[in-house]
């Protein structure tokens, strides 16, 4: 093993660890209508990833102000980090994906729903970052 990848792996370890929230992260469906009974039917979309991940506003997030429809919003970004080790078999996230937190040791997060807006890739990257936006 060489120094680079000592470090690399020193590094992997101690992003794992920041890892303290449990998301969800999936691509949407197209919601259907029932004519029979009258009802929309949710498409609960294709899961890409469930388990671990850091939740971190983005240092430069000032959060702005849109206008969605008829109603304002404002949009906060965030960086989430999955582990390194996330098997290559998950489907690469694309924007439009959405990330829900589903458990945080802060519970205020529970329940945040974000919305991918990138993905970074790196060789020498200590976690797989997604960047993502908070429509609120």
Request: glycine share 8%; net charge negative; hydrophobic share 40%.
């Amino acid at each position: 093993m060489s120094a680079l990848d000592a470090v690399l792996a020193a590094g992997r370890a101690a992003a794992l660890e920041l890892q303290r929230e449990t998301i969800r992260l999936y691509r949407p469906g197209e919601d259907g209508f029932d004519w029979e009974s009258g009802t929309d039917t949710p498409d609960p979309g294709t899961a890409l990833y469930d388990g671990r991940a850091r939740v971190k506003p983005s240092a430069q997030s000032k959060g702005e102000e849109v206008n969605a429809g008829e109603r304002n919003v404002t949009l906060r970004e965030f960086t989430v980090s999955l582990p390194w080790s996330t098997p290559p078999t998950v489907v690469r996230p694309v924007p439009g994906d959405v990330i829900d937190v589903v458990a945080s040791h802060d519970t205020r997060m529970v329940g945040l729903r974000l919305w991918v807006t990138g993905v970074q890739f790196s060789s020498t990257a200590t976690a797989w970052r997604i960047s993502a936006e908070d429509r609120s």
